[in-house]
């Protein structure tokens, strides 16, 4: 067999990107095979509603965990918007309604916020106390992303904090939010990053609460999320521009169907379907995989690599919007503007969290659906066209604790869709119970009058995406040090137990969110043999 490439990519998603600009710079042969017909995978921009010029960042909405490095050594120039909002919480008490609103720009403003909801002072500066912990630990985590993967001593006496490592690594995250905190409501607030995509509770044993929020408070040293201007596909419009200035050959529109491993003196073999469904095959020194690991198992056909058999799941609800104008608060003490400025909480208090997975986890869908929304609009206008009115904005509604198996395949496809619409239904009840007119009087209609708003369930992203059960991370996430002596492909995280494969995805030890971090170390682990 002719070896034509040194690396074959599986899959042409940010990570597998980012593998082949810094593969192609090198001096390699690189060829990233992409199944749908643009590169980009989760991190792209689409214009979603029929006649409308809005690009709306689908699936993948804001950014923390990319390194500058990455963007630097790729030379790409992508511009990332701070928001000055955090977040901002409804909450009713005792017949009165408020917010809770974190400006990052204004801790007074901010402390007047939580003694509103609290009445004192004290949980404020629990707030203060903890998420300077949380910062530390993300000073000291962060770097380490991109180096070799360290062992778990190595990584706890870099974070160098007793506290903080039991807090964040070995307890339940539930122990520390029930010892610092008092309020159901500041609880929920801290909780809901440790939920995102994870259908998982407070005192979850497995700690993969823990790991979710993690990731969630570390990128780029500061945890802060950021607005990609230009939208998601903006990101990966340069990460693509990047790797075929390096020399790699992007081909989309071909789906890989086979990957024969190799061995360790022989080269691996990538079968694939062309653009016109001809069936070819390709050599290479190494194959790299953006895809779940159990899709690659699949494709390989020895079942290595998946999560010890289980089938990967998702826990989330997306809803996209195209808004006339944003709507009324009950809560009039505070800007629209500032409340949906950053990310915007409903039913997400603490008890509220914990009671919707224990009733997903009883087979029903949740009552109220906890949800959180983010408008892109508001920090960066150039996703919208100038035939969009100048009120209008977009609402990305990401829902929690809707985990697969309530939309499950034996259920048959109608049934499927049904749930799929009675969760819209549940997120939407939601958060028109918080607003002061029902959001469908604020919906934009598309060029055949129909509202734009647009649901996806977790299959319909294993569908679309080929994401093994919906799951945003390809897998469950790990903790960002090796357990072990194990070799993993020179100590970065990307090993799959065969020689010549590595996963540059999301299913990497140090995957999940928009990061190029596992095609970085992908490409590392390469340059290192």
């Known amino acids: 067999m002719t070896v034509a490439y040194d690396v074959v990519i599986v899959g042409g998603g940010h990570n597998g990107l980012v593998a082949a600009g810094y593969l192609g710079r090198a001096g390699l042969r690189v060829l990233v095979l992409e199944r749908l017909g643009h590169v980009g995978g989760a991190a792209v921009s689409e214009r979603a509603f029929a006649g409308v010029d809005a690009r709306l960042s689908r699936y993948s909405y804001l950014v923390s ?185 992007l081909r989309t529109g071909c789906e890989v169907v086979a990957v024969d491993p190799g061995g360790a003196a022989g080269p691996a073999e990538v079968g694939y379907l062309d653009a016109d469904g001809v069936e070819r095959r390709v050599g290479a020194r190494w194959v790299l995989c953006n895809a779940a690991p159990a899709e690659l198992a699949r494709l390989v056909g020895d079942g290595v690599g998946g999560d010890g058999g289980e089938r990967p799941e998702g826990a989330q609800l997306k809803v996209n919007m195209l808004l006339r104008r944003l709507p009324r608060l009950r809560d009039g003490a505070v800007d629209v503007r500032d409340a949906f400025g950053g990310t915007f909480h409903v039913a997400e208090s603490y008890r509220e969290l914990e009671g919707a997975y224990r009733e997903a986890a009883a087979g029903r869908l949740p009552s109220p659906a906890p949800s959180e929304i983010y408008c892109h609009s508001l920090a960066d206008r150039s996703i919208l066209g100038p035939g969009v009115p100048a009120g209008a904005h977009t609402l990305t509604l990401f829902g929690l604790q809707v985990p697969a198996r309530l939309f499950g395949a034996p259920m048959g496809v ?45 299959l319909d992203l294993e569908a679309d995406l080929r994401l093994p059960g ?46 190029g971090i596992p095609g970085h170390n992908a490409a590392m682990a390469v340059l290192g043999r």
């Open 65 to 249: 965990l990319l390194p500058r490095r990455i963007l630097a050594e790729l030379g790409v120039r992508v511009e990332l918007r701070r928001r000055r909002i955090s977040s901002y919480t409804p909450w009713e008490r005792d017949g009165r309604v408020g917010g809770l609103l974190v400006d990052g720009g204004d801790e007074l403003r901010t402390a007047g916020s939580f003694r509103e909801l609290t009445g004192g002072e004290r949980e404020f500066a629990a707030w203060r106390e903890f998420y300077g912990m949380t910062g530390r630990v993300a000073e000291r985590v962060f770097p380490s992303l991109t180096e070799p993967l360290p062992s778990r001593a190595e990584l706890r006496a870099r974070v160098d904090d007793p506290v903080a490592w039991a807090e964040l690594f070995e307890e339940p995250l539930g122990v520390a939010l029930e010892r610092r905190f008092a309020d159901d409501v500041v609880r929920g607030v801290v909780l809901t990053d440790a939920l995102i995509g994870t259908f998982s509770h407070a005192h979850d044993p497995s700690l993969r609460q823990n790991r979710c929020f993690l990731y969630h408070v570390v990128g780029g040293g500061t945890g802060d999320w950021d607005v990609p201007v230009g939208g998601m596909g903006a990101v990966t419009g340069a990460l693509a521009e990047a790797a075929r200035a390096g020399g790699a050959e």
């Open 414 to 458: 109608r049934a499927a869709a049904g749930v799929r619409e009675a969760a819209l239904a549940g997120v939407l009840a939601a958060l028109d119970g918080v607003l002061a007119e029902p959001l469908a009087d604020c919906l934009a209609v598309d060029a055949q009058g129909r509202p734009c708003l647009e649901v996806r369930g977790p």
């Open 470 to 515: 919906g799951n945003i991370f390809h897998r469950e996430l790990a903790f960002p040090f090796r357990e072990g002596n194990g070799e993993d492909a020179g100590r970065w995280g990307v090993g799959t137990g065969r020689p010549r494969v590595l996963v540059c995805g999301a299913g990497a030890v140090r995957g999940g969110g928009v990061s």
